[in-house]
């Protein structure tokens, strides 16, 4: 069984040194009272426990046994359920909850760390978990205070669960052409008719109910996306006074076999009839749901880094203790047959690759979820609004970078393993199949690209990329110290880059629209890399102010860093190329050629 053990040291490190956490909690009133130093270690402490020690070892168990479906009802791996309940009485589902309906008011900054434990112990418990948070966050966001009080206590508490039921067999991405129907009856709840697929944690045996978020037409709404609204859906109907009354007609028609995450229900949702409250406004339903939707596509993009680090401890530990060959420079291991995989430069080039790549996307996950508290809990209009710019801009790059690297990382810790690592009993194989569908849900990754340069680039005339440049430069010219000259360098290269194809494709499309599309996935890489350089420059500093610079944490964070600007960050010259190239060899071809 692989074991799992959250990188704390480096979470400790990002939040204290790097970001300076506590003073922007004590700074906001939302948060003054709500969290200090010692209940954020307590909360990390205690995640670390609960990932390792309770989910951990369910994630290989879980994967052979899957989920069992049998006439409607969903049956979860042995444990899953009892784990459930272990974390629900903790409170953890509330974590980011309103304190006003039981919820415990912390931070992102804390739960994405959380998030990205849970994932790096076990993909298919932590599903049902964050499903139920970000529906949680829809309905605290968007539904009246009658139907709050209703529902988010018993979903903080974790005696309810949540869905998201968006899509249908012949609408994925493209939602406006979507089926479903919501009729309105004499009491003000609405008759919801149709079926819904691929609906994550949609129907099983943890909690006494599930609170489903359905997107529906009304009779009379406009076309499009234009005419969506959003219902909540309880799976058991919930009477006036909170109790459960009959079963809503929401049946689950069967489950998907999958290539991974097989402990994670994966249903068909047909709802008959179910009854429904409407919540906010007719016709809003999507604006609504996205808040869901953007929740749940940074936490996937979580899903990334939580699997690449799990990847990484296997594959490290591994190169350490296998022993194969002899060192190109000489034995380093005289009283052993041979010396250990770690010798070996190709081996050290897929764990540097994975250590710099997975660490630089837990700072910038830091980071993001730094803008989200920001836009939430600052008191200052001007940064509470460039806050929300950044988010928009940056939640795309998150869930499909992180999930990017995410695969590629976990494919090269496989590869560190050689035969051992198509073996399923070193874990390996699982995460290689787990974090393969991080790329495709939540809006697949070239979908989060078109959103990227499309909406968050190109519509605004590179506004957005325009403040995080004046960001970036603005931190360039406070280091001033030599230390620092190595990697200013190449970031303020990388940023004149960034700039440079940003009004190449914004100039470009204004002839002709394919070139969004044609460019988009490279240009999302391109800014990946280049942001993930800034993250690094910022421990850079942090770290060549420390006193105790000997100190093995701190030096091996210096030399990581040292092979990003050195090894990884070059790649955003060849992605230029590419996009640069422009969209016309992708439509030489005509359609019969392929």
């Known amino acids: 069984m692989a074991e799992y053990n959250a990188p704390l040291t480096d979470i400790r490190f990002l939040l204290n040194d790097v970001f300076n956490c ?3 909690w004590q700074s906001w009133p939302a948060l003054k009272e709500q969290v200090d130093s010692d209940i954020a270690e307590a909360i990390l402490e205690e995640g670390n426990k609960i990932a390792g020690g309770l989910l951990a070892p369910l994630n290989q168990s879980g994967d052979s046994q899957g989920v069992v479906w049998q006439e409607g009802k969903v049956k979860t791996p042995q444990g899953f359920k009892e784990a459930y309940q272990t974390i629900a009485e903790g409170g953890w589902l509330g974590i980011t909850g309103n304190p006003e309906f039981g919820g415990m008011g912390m931070p992102k900054m804390l ?6 434990m849970l994932y790096g112990a076990n993909n298919s418990l932590a599903l049902y978990l964050v499903l139920t948070v970000g529906a949680c966050l829809a309905v605290d966001s968007h539904a009246d205070n009658k139907l709050k009080q209703q529902f988010l206590p018993k979903m903080y508490s974790g005696e309810w669960a949540g869905s998201m039921c968006l899509t249908e067999a012949h609408a994925g991405s493209d939602l406006g052409i979507i089926r479903t129907k919501a009729e309105p009856n004499s009491d003000g709840t609405y008759s919801i008719t149709g079926t819904k697929i691929f609906i994550t944690g949609g129907e099983h045996d943890l909690t006494d109910n599930i609170i489903h978020l359905v997107l529906a037409k009304l009779p009379d709404a406009p076309a499009g996306s234009r005419g969506i609204s959003l219902f909540i859906v309880p799976k058991i109907w919930v009477n006036e006074d909170g109790s459960l009354g009959e079963f809503n007609q929401v049946n689950c028609g069967s489950v998907e076999h999958k290539m991974g995450i097989k402990g994670s229900a994966t249903c068909v949702l047909n ?5 429904g409250f409407l919540v906010g406004e007719a ?10 939707m953007n929740y749940e596509r940074l936490s996937i993009g979580i899903q990334g880094i939580g699997c690449a680090e799990a990847s990484y401890q296997i594959a490290a530990n591994y190169a350490k203790d296998r022993l194969q060959a002899r060192s190109p420079t000489g034995v380093k291991c005289a009283d052993k047959y041979a010396d250990p995989l770690l010798v070996h430069p190709d081996v050290r080039r897929m764990l540097l690759n994975m250590k710099a790549l997975t660490e630089g996307a837990r700072i910038f996950s830091t980071y993001v979820a730094l803008q989200l508290d920001t836009a939430k809990y600052s008191q200052d209009k001007t940064e509470q609004k460039k806050a929300k710019d950044f988010v928009a801009l940056m939640t795309p790059v998150a869930k499909a970078f992180f999930s990017d690297m995410g695969l590629d990382a976990c494919v090269l810790g496989q590869q560190v393993l050689g035969g051992h690592g198509y073996i399923s009993e070193w874990g390996q194989e699982q995460l290689v199949r787990d974090v393969r569908i991080a ?3 939540e809006g697949t990754n070239g979908i989060q690209a078109l959103d990227l340069v499309g909406r968050k680039v190109v519509a605004n005339g590179g506004q957005y990329v325009a403040e995080f440049v004046v960001e970036m430069r603005e931190f360039i010219e406070q280091q001033q110290s030599e230390a620092m000259h190595t990697y200013l360098k190449p970031l303020q290269n990388a940023i004149a880059t960034l700039e440079k194809v940003t009004a190449w494709v914004i100039d470009k499309s204004k002839n002709n629209p394919n070139e969004v599309g044609a460019a988009s996935v490279e240009y999302l890489h391109l800014f990946g890399y280049v942001a993930y350089a800034y993250m690094w420059a910022k421990v850079v ?3 060549t102010h420390k006193s105790d610079k000997d100190n093995a944490f701190y030096d091996a964070k210096l030399k990581t860093a040292r092979y990003y600007f050195n090894k990884l960050l070059p790649r955003i010259y060849g992605l230029e190329q590419c996009i640069m190239a422009g969209s016309e060899d992708l439509f030489s071809l005509d359609d019969e050629q392929f």
């Open 283 to 292: 016709n809003k339903g999507l604006m609504y749901m996205f808040t869901m």
């Open 22 to 24: 506590q003073t922007k």
């Open 271 to 275: 709802f008959d009839g179910s009854r």
């Open 541 to 543: 500093v942090v770290v």
């Open 111 to 116: 739960s994405v760390h959380f998030e990205e």
């Open 439 to 441: 790329q495709i849900y």
